[in-house]
Protein backbone atom coordinates (compact mmCIF):
# COMPACT_ATOMS: atom_id res chain seq x y z
CA UNK A 1 0.00 0.00 0.00
CA UNK A 2 1.71 2.81 -1.18
CA UNK A 3 0.63 5.98 0.88
CA UNK A 4 0.13 9.47 -0.81
CA UNK A 5 2.30 12.90 0.02
CA UNK A 6 -0.29 15.48 -1.08
CA UNK A 7 -1.46 15.74 2.42
CA UNK A 8 1.92 16.62 3.70
CA UNK A 9 2.53 18.99 1.30
CA UNK A 10 -0.70 20.76 1.41
CA UNK A 11 -0.28 20.72 5.65
CA UNK A 12 3.30 22.50 4.64
CA UNK A 13 1.60 24.72 2.53
CA UNK A 14 -0.66 25.68 5.11
CA UNK A 15 1.87 26.65 7.38
CA UNK A 16 3.87 28.39 5.07
CA UNK A 17 0.36 30.68 3.71
CA UNK A 18 -0.24 30.92 7.73
CA UNK A 19 3.50 32.39 8.12
CA UNK A 20 3.18 34.71 5.26
CA UNK A 21 -0.05 36.03 5.94
CA UNK A 22 1.32 36.60 9.71
CA UNK A 23 4.32 38.45 8.66
CA UNK A 24 2.36 40.35 6.55
CA UNK A 25 -0.33 41.18 8.55
CA UNK A 26 2.77 42.24 11.33
CA UNK A 27 4.09 44.36 8.31
CA UNK A 28 1.48 46.26 7.91
CA UNK A 29 0.93 47.19 11.41
CA UNK A 30 4.14 48.32 12.09
CA UNK A 31 5.21 49.90 8.47
CA UNK A 32 1.79 51.20 7.32
CA UNK A 33 2.48 50.36 3.34
CA UNK A 34 -1.34 51.71 2.50
CA UNK A 35 -0.81 55.26 4.37
CA UNK A 36 -4.17 54.45 7.31
CA UNK A 37 -4.83 57.90 8.07
CA UNK A 38 -4.17 57.97 12.09
CA UNK A 39 -7.61 58.40 14.21
CA UNK A 40 -7.77 61.87 14.77
CA UNK A 41 -6.66 62.51 10.79
CA UNK A 42 -10.08 60.34 9.83
CA UNK A 43 -12.40 61.98 12.43
CA UNK A 44 -11.38 65.63 11.13
CA UNK A 45 -11.45 64.08 6.97
CA UNK A 46 -15.21 62.46 8.57
CA UNK A 47 -16.39 65.92 9.52
CA UNK A 48 -14.96 67.86 6.85
CA UNK A 49 -16.49 66.11 3.80
CA UNK A 50 -19.35 64.03 5.55
CA UNK A 51 -17.94 60.50 5.17
CA UNK A 52 -15.51 58.60 6.52
CA UNK A 53 -12.09 56.93 5.12
CA UNK A 54 -12.53 53.79 3.37
CA UNK A 55 -9.63 51.65 3.25
CA UNK A 56 -8.19 50.82 -0.47
CA UNK A 57 -9.85 48.35 -2.66
CA UNK A 58 -6.31 46.22 -1.75
CA UNK A 59 -6.76 46.11 1.48
CA UNK A 60 -9.90 44.47 1.58
CA UNK A 61 -8.87 41.99 -1.16
CA UNK A 62 -6.26 41.07 1.29
CA UNK A 63 -8.05 40.84 4.48
CA UNK A 64 -10.46 38.81 2.68
CA UNK A 65 -8.26 36.32 1.17
CA UNK A 66 -6.36 35.86 4.57
CA UNK A 67 -9.42 34.66 6.57
CA UNK A 68 -10.23 32.04 3.99
CA UNK A 69 -7.00 30.83 3.43
CA UNK A 70 -6.31 30.65 7.27
CA UNK A 71 -9.75 29.77 9.19
CA UNK A 72 -8.41 29.94 12.30
CA UNK A 73 -7.84 33.54 12.30
CA UNK A 74 -11.47 34.09 14.42
CA UNK A 75 -9.26 33.25 17.10
CA UNK A 76 -7.19 37.04 17.12
CA UNK A 77 -9.76 38.59 15.40
CA UNK A 78 -11.59 39.34 18.62
CA UNK A 79 -9.52 42.20 19.00
CA UNK A 80 -7.39 41.58 21.61
CA UNK A 81 -3.77 43.62 21.55
CA UNK A 82 -0.36 43.06 22.60
CA UNK A 83 1.40 39.35 23.06
CA UNK A 84 -2.05 37.94 23.22
CA UNK A 85 -2.69 38.82 19.77
CA UNK A 86 0.94 36.91 18.56
CA UNK A 87 0.43 33.88 20.29
CA UNK A 88 -3.53 33.43 19.23
CA UNK A 89 -1.91 34.38 15.49
CA UNK A 90 0.61 31.50 15.85
CA UNK A 91 -1.89 28.93 17.48
CA UNK A 92 -4.24 30.08 14.32
CA UNK A 93 -0.99 29.44 11.79
CA UNK A 94 -0.19 26.13 13.37
CA UNK A 95 -4.23 25.10 13.44
CA UNK A 96 -3.73 25.84 9.98
CA UNK A 97 -1.61 22.70 9.09
CA UNK A 98 -4.04 20.51 10.04
CA UNK A 99 -6.71 21.73 8.15
CA UNK A 100 -5.12 21.95 5.28
CA UNK A 101 -3.85 18.42 5.94
CA UNK A 102 -7.60 17.02 5.93
CA UNK A 103 -7.96 19.03 2.68
CA UNK A 104 -5.34 17.10 1.43
CA UNK A 105 -6.44 14.09 2.75
CA UNK A 106 -9.65 14.58 1.16
CA UNK A 107 -8.15 15.58 -2.36
CA UNK A 108 -5.32 12.25 -1.93
CA UNK A 109 -8.65 10.09 -1.58
CA UNK A 110 -10.35 11.78 -4.83
CA UNK A 111 -7.30 11.89 -7.00
CA UNK A 112 -7.14 7.62 -6.10
CA UNK A 113 -10.92 6.96 -6.72
CA UNK A 114 -10.58 8.96 -10.22
CA UNK A 115 -7.92 7.13 -10.97
CA UNK A 116 -9.37 3.41 -9.43
CA UNK A 117 -12.47 4.07 -12.06
CA UNK A 118 -10.37 5.01 -14.85
CA UNK A 119 -8.13 2.04 -14.87
CA UNK A 120 -11.45 -0.53 -14.29
CA UNK A 121 -13.36 0.82 -17.71
Not at 48 to 63: K, R
Request: glycine share 10%; net charge neutral; charged share 10%.
Amino acid sequence: MSKSKIPIIFGVTGLVIGFVFMAGYFYELHYNPFHFPTMEQAVEQAQTSGHGYSAPPLYHFLERLMFALVPGLLLPAIGIDGWVAIVLWVVAVLLNAPIYYCVGLVCAWALKRMRLGNTTS
